[in-house]
Every structure is written in C-alpha cells, then in structure tokens.
C-alpha cells in the first residue's frame, strides 16, 4: 500500500434528505481516513443541496484503503442528526494519482439519500533510497599496519 498526503476537495452534496421538518437543515461532513478525522464548516441553511467548496489533508500511511464521509445535521436545540454517509475507495486514485470531482452515493440504512461530490489527489511520499556503492577497500599487503 502507497504512503503519502491524501488531498480532498470536498464540492458539494445534492438530494439529501432534509432531517429538520421546519426549516432548511444545516449539514456538515465528517470526513475519516483510518484514525484521522476532520470536519467541514457547517452549510447554514443549505438544506439538501449544500456546497462547501472545502480542501482536507490526509496522511496515508500503509492498510489505508478507504475514506469515510459522514453528513450530518447542526442541531442548535439538541443532537445533530445522522443524515447520511459515502465510503469511498481510494485504490483508484493511488493507481492514478488525481480523480476529478465525483459524484457518490449516500446512503442511510442501506438506502440512497442523495450523493456528495469530491474530487480527491494522492501525492506518493518520496522513497528515500539510498544508493550504496560498495567500495572494495579491504586492503592489501601493502596497507597492512602488521609490523615484524
């Protein structure tokens, strides 16, 4: 598995299910990879269709494999509510290095509830090899410091 900075520009989400009945709801993203998590500023007011426009910073370190995005919904009142989450593979852009931004399913109980855009950018972390020449130094008879 590659090593190095996971870039991703998290765009924007359309169709998602509005969890507050009276108003307009207030999403935001938790984005995970592995141990890692951030989180997006809040859509105020953005309903179903919220744009973030956002760039987030992984590193990626060996047996990652997938990046989790969970959308949620900024209650002042009480708990945020669980709107919806992707889980996005990222072997495709370790095999290419750069994905456009994309459209993916959200999904809530095993159901679709919409789709989230990002676009994501693998950078692989220099490999540091060392190029050793072996120098056949040993000496001779002649550098030998033996003395009778």
Same mark, same amino acid.
Request: proline content about 5%; hydrophobic content about 30%; overall charge negative.
């Given at each position: ?18 969890? $507050?009945?009276?108003? !307009? ?8 990879? @592995? ?8 859509? %105020? ?15 990626? %370190? *060996?047996?990652? /494999?997938?990046? #989790?995005? #969970?959308?949620?919904? +900024? $209650?002042? %009142? +009480? ?5 919806? *989450? ?11 290095? !750069? =994905? ?7 999904? #809530?109980? *095993? ?6 855009? =990002?676009? =994501? ?5 220099? @490999?540091?090899? @060392?190029?050793?020449?072996? *120098?056949? /130094? ?5 550098? +030998?410091?033996?003395? $009778?």
């Amino acid at each position: 598995m590659p090593q190095g900075t996971l870039e991703v520009v998290l765009v924007s989400a359309k169709g998602l299910e509005n969890t $507050d009945f009276l108003c !307009n709801m207030d999403p935001y993203v938790l984005l995970t990879c @592995r141990t890692q998590e951030q989180k997006s500023s809040v859509a %105020s007011g953005k309903g179903s269709d919220p744009e973030w426009n956002e760039t987030f910073v992984f590193n990626i %370190s *060996e047996g990652v /494999s997938e990046l #989790k995005l #969970k959308i949620m919904d +900024s $209650d002042c %009142s +009480s708990q945020d509510d669980f709107v919806g *989450e992707a889980t996005i593979p990222l072997e495709p852009v370790f095999m290419e290095g !750069n =994905l456009p931004p994309a459209a993916y399913n959200v999904v #809530k109980d *095993e159901e679709y509830h919409g789709e989230i855009r =990002l676009g =994501l950018t693998f950078t692989p972390e220099e @490999r540091h090899t @060392r190029d050793f020449q072996v *120098e056949e /130094s040993f000496g001779g008879w002649k550098q +030998s410091s033996y003395r $009778d």
